[in-house]
């Protein structure tokens, strides 16, 4: 079987995918943002024609089992709006949810993770099936729950090919991720997408990651923050001299209510894309949200 990017329609040919927000969120709670969770389906198909009406044709959302993704409407949302919507199952850090709904999960873990990837999410119309793996690192030494939650990712990886997608705070550590992900559960480092790395504070560590052939998924920062806007192109600077125009990928990942007030996933084709092509050359914005995600999203699914 050819390889293919698992959306919540069905296996979509990488070549169709179209300009991708590699990283975002339609639906997220977390008891951590109280009164800012992303729960409006009617604004969420508002972002999706948004984002189509500026050339965009596919939406990654990270919000992974147990965060309100809003299983039962993205089959929906996908079908009225014409996006491509690519769903995650995985568990995010421990602090997003209740102790109790952790201790009922773990034992069958790994099983969780492969059932959404192949059956379809617990809560949403049959075959409404995830397409990647979030899992999430830790601010500090790593934990048990992640420990954990890093074995299942890689049990459902090698039970279905599925890519994992790696949320990074400031102050997590990538390296050690992607060494038990890596070297410890044998998860080739094409078949990993490390998020957030335009939080780390230098560009150095973050072209060490993708000379390993991991992919980098950054942030596009908020219009008015010169500063966030200087390091996103830094790291681009960065990683194009190292060679790696082709791990880069780009999201708007969207993660309260307020946000959704800012600028959205439009903005990365309106405005994001005409600077990459004027900056770094007109063959980037293609590579950046096109090519790329294709190649990071597409697996050779084994159920």
């Given amino acids: 079987m050819s390889a293919a990017v698992r959306t919540v329609l069905g296996d979509l040919d990488p070549a169709e995918l179209g300009a991708c927000d590699a990283h975002d969120h339609l639906f997220l709670r977390s008891p951590r943002l109280p009164g800012e969770e992303l729960d409006d389906p009617v604004?969420?198909?508002e972002v999706l024609h948004s984002f189509a009406a500026a050339g965009g044709r596919s939406f990654v959302q990270w919000s992974p089992y147990g965060t309100g993704r809003g299983g039962d409407?993205?089959?929906g949302l996908s079908g009225t709006t014409g996006v491509h919507l690519v769903a995650a199952t995985g568990l995010h850090q421990a602090v997003h949810y209740d102790q109790a709904l952790l201790d009922g999960l773990y034992e069958g873990l790994?099983?969780?993770?492969?059932?959404?990837?192949?059956?379809?999410?617990?809560?949403?119309p049959d075959g409404t099936r995830a397409g990647l793996i979030k899992v999430a690192g830790d601010n500090g030494p790593m934990t048990g729950h992640t420990r954990r939650v890093l074995r299942a990712a890689a049990e459902a990886h090698h039970a279905t090919g599925a890519p994992i997608a790696v949320h990074h705070d400031a102050g997590t550590d990538p390296a050690a991720v992607l060494s038990q992900l890596g070297s410890r559960l044998h998860v080739p480092p094409e078949r990993l997408i490390l998020g957030h790395l335009n939080r780390l504070s230098a560009p150095e560590p973050i072209r060490d990651l993708a000379d390993l052939g991991v992919f980098v998924a950054l942030d596009a920062p908020r219009?008015?923050?010169?500063?966030?806007?200087?390091h996103l192109f830094d790291i681009l600077a960065a990683l194009l001299d190292a060679g790696h125009a082709d791990?880069?990928?780009?999201?708007?990942?969207?993660?309260?209510?307020s946000a959704r007030h800012a600028p959205g996933p439009a903005h990365l084709l309106t405005s994001l894309a005409p600077r990459l092509a004027g900056e770094f050359?007109?063959?980037?914005?293609?590579?950046?949200f096109t090519a790329n995600p294709a190649r990071a999203l597409a697996a050779d699914w084994k159920a």
Avoid: H, Q
């Fill in 43 to 45: 604004a969420a198909e």
């Fill in 247 to 257: 791990r880069i990928l780009l999201g708007a990942d969207t993660t309260t209510r």
């Fill in 73 to 75: 409407r993205l089959a």
């Fill in 223 to 230: 219009t008015g923050d010169p500063a966030a806007d200087r």
């Fill in 281 to 288: 050359g007109t063959e980037l914005p293609d590579l950046v």
């Fill in 110 to 124: 790994a099983e969780l993770f492969t059932a959404e990837l192949t059956t379809g999410l617990r809560g949403a």
